[in-house]
Protein backbone atom coordinates (compact mmCIF):
# COMPACT_ATOMS: atom_id res chain seq x y z
CA UNK A 1 0.00 0.00 0.00
CA UNK A 2 1.56 3.52 -1.05
CA UNK A 3 -0.36 7.25 -0.15
CA UNK A 4 -0.24 10.03 -1.82
CA UNK A 5 1.56 12.77 -0.48
CA UNK A 6 -1.48 14.57 0.24
CA UNK A 7 -2.98 11.32 2.32
CA UNK A 8 0.45 11.68 4.51
CA UNK A 9 -0.31 15.23 5.28
CA UNK A 10 -3.87 14.47 6.13
CA UNK A 11 -2.79 11.74 8.26
CA UNK A 12 -0.24 13.71 10.22
CA UNK A 13 -2.70 16.39 10.64
CA UNK A 14 -4.73 13.88 12.30
CA UNK A 15 -2.48 12.47 14.54
CA UNK A 16 -1.75 16.48 15.71
CA UNK A 17 -5.88 16.70 15.89
CA UNK A 18 -6.39 13.95 17.80
CA UNK A 19 -3.03 14.44 20.36
CA UNK A 20 -2.14 10.89 19.77
CA UNK A 21 0.43 9.92 22.98
CA UNK A 22 2.84 6.69 22.15
CA UNK A 23 1.32 4.14 22.75
CA UNK A 24 4.56 1.87 22.30
CA UNK A 25 7.86 2.99 23.97
CA UNK A 26 10.82 1.18 22.75
CA UNK A 27 13.48 0.42 25.41
CA UNK A 28 16.75 0.29 25.50
CA UNK A 29 16.52 -3.77 24.43
CA UNK A 30 15.43 -2.76 21.11
CA UNK A 31 12.66 -3.94 18.82
CA UNK A 32 12.26 -7.21 20.62
CA UNK A 33 9.72 -9.66 19.48
CA UNK A 34 7.15 -8.86 22.49
CA UNK A 35 7.59 -4.80 21.14
CA UNK A 36 7.22 -6.00 17.63
CA UNK A 37 3.37 -7.88 18.96
CA UNK A 38 2.51 -4.81 20.71
CA UNK A 39 3.32 -2.75 17.73
CA UNK A 40 0.89 -5.14 15.55
CA UNK A 41 -2.00 -5.19 18.24
CA UNK A 42 -1.90 -1.16 18.15
CA UNK A 43 -1.81 -1.13 14.52
CA UNK A 44 -4.78 -3.29 14.14
CA UNK A 45 -6.73 -1.39 17.11
CA UNK A 46 -5.62 2.39 15.94
CA UNK A 47 -4.28 2.12 12.33
CA UNK A 48 -2.59 5.55 13.60
CA UNK A 49 0.22 4.98 16.33
CA UNK A 50 2.80 7.14 17.91
CA UNK A 51 5.98 4.94 18.83
CA UNK A 52 8.67 6.07 21.39
CA UNK A 53 11.96 5.54 20.23
CA UNK A 54 15.07 4.93 22.44
CA UNK A 55 17.65 8.18 21.94
CA UNK A 56 19.91 7.00 19.45
CA UNK A 57 21.99 8.48 17.02
CA UNK A 58 20.09 9.49 13.58
CA UNK A 59 21.05 6.85 11.19
CA UNK A 60 20.24 4.48 14.31
CA UNK A 61 16.55 6.02 14.53
CA UNK A 62 15.87 6.14 10.23
CA UNK A 63 17.22 1.83 10.34
CA UNK A 64 14.83 1.27 13.39
CA UNK A 65 11.84 2.92 11.94
CA UNK A 66 12.77 1.33 8.13
CA UNK A 67 12.53 -2.15 10.43
CA UNK A 68 9.05 -1.52 12.14
CA UNK A 69 7.59 -0.75 8.86
CA UNK A 70 8.94 -3.28 6.73
CA UNK A 71 8.03 -5.95 9.74
CA UNK A 72 4.36 -4.43 10.26
CA UNK A 73 3.38 -3.57 6.55
CA UNK A 74 3.42 0.11 7.94
CA UNK A 75 3.47 3.12 6.74
CA UNK A 76 5.88 5.84 7.76
CA UNK A 77 3.77 9.31 8.42
CA UNK A 78 6.39 11.20 10.38
CA UNK A 79 9.37 11.04 12.72
CA UNK A 80 10.39 13.76 14.60
CA UNK A 81 12.87 13.60 17.45
CA UNK A 82 12.69 10.22 19.28
CA UNK A 83 9.19 9.84 17.99
CA UNK A 84 7.81 8.03 14.79
CA UNK A 85 3.55 7.89 13.20
CA UNK A 86 3.52 5.06 11.41
CA UNK A 87 -0.14 4.18 9.56
CA UNK A 88 -1.34 0.80 8.45
CA UNK A 89 -5.11 0.34 7.10
CA UNK A 90 -7.39 -2.35 8.47
CA UNK A 91 -9.88 -4.71 6.78
CA UNK A 92 -12.64 -4.02 9.21
CA UNK A 93 -11.91 -0.31 10.21
CA UNK A 94 -12.61 2.73 7.84
CA UNK A 95 -11.54 5.05 10.31
CA UNK A 96 -9.38 7.11 8.11
CA UNK A 97 -11.40 6.43 5.13
CA UNK A 98 -12.91 10.05 4.56
CA UNK A 99 -9.22 11.29 5.41
CA UNK A 100 -7.42 9.42 2.78
CA UNK A 101 -10.45 9.70 -0.31
CA UNK A 102 -10.42 13.33 -0.55
Known sequence: ????????????????RLKLKPVVIIG???????????IEIALEH?????IRIPAMDKTGKKQLIETIC???????IT???????????????DRFSKILSG
Open 1 to 16: MSLTKAQIKSLKAESH
Open 28 to 38: QNGLSENVQNE
Open 46 to 50: HELIK
Open 70 to 76: TRTSAIL
Open 79 to 93: AIGNIAVIYRRTENT
